[in-house]
């Protein structure tokens, strides 16, 4: 199965875009550039506030996480499968000396994750690269076929309730 090009990504990035808006999720598609090597899916994990994913003035407590479709390379023989990933990073930078409590955190919180998982893994952040909690997930479906809405407007949920726990679990180690 040949790889998609970047009017296909683009595409299938705007269909899930417009699916998302529907379910009342704010999305808007990123533009590659600086911040992104490919156009990339933005999404407001749900909260309590609204949030108007095209303005310049983003609120500092807005909880994005970031979508992509990844594909394997074209020599792969797997090609059955595209994917659809999604991850956020915990803003708060994780100093050394409390890297074993955060791995102890992200330990718990993927015993109770039904998708997707929490790492410890470097990150450029506010303020520079440093250790970060950061979360992924993926979303499969076969080539030819469309990812399920179900599937992804659940993800978007869980995404919200873990972002919460997470950062209120960050925030009491770093006290």
């Known amino acids: 199965m040949p790889l998609l090009n970047k009017e296909q990504r683009n595409q299938e990035l705007a269909e899930i875009k417009e699916f998302l808006n529907e379910l009342d999720f ?11 090597e490919q156009d990339s899916l933005l999404v407001h994990l749900p909260t309590e506030e609204e949030v108007n994913l ?4 983003l609120p500092e407590n807005a909880y994005v996480a970031v979508g992509n479709l990844l594909q394997l390379d074209e ?5 059955l499968t595209k994917y659809l990933l999604f991850y956020f990073m915990i803003p708060e930078a994780i100093d ?7 791995l102890k955190i992200v330990n718990e919180m993927n015993t109770i994750a039904r998708m997707g998982s929490f790492f410890l893994g470097e990150s450029q952040g506010p303020t520079g690269m440093n ?3 950061q979360y992924r997930l993926t979303i499969g ?9 179900g599937v992804v407007g659940e993800a978007i949920i869980e995404m919200g309730m873990y972002y919460d ?3 209120e679990k960050a925030a009491a180690l770093l006290k």
């Open 96 to 102: 050394q000396e409390k890297e074993f409590d955060a």
């Open 141 to 149: 479906t076969s080539t030819d076929g469309t990812f399920d809405e």
């Open 26 to 36: 704010a999305a808007a598609i990123l533009p590659s550039g600086p911040w992104a």
């Open 54 to 57: 095209e303005s310049e003035d």
């Open 165 to 167: 726990l997470m950062s």
């Open 131 to 133: 250790n970060h909690i």
């Open 75 to 79: 020599e792969d023989d797997r090609q």
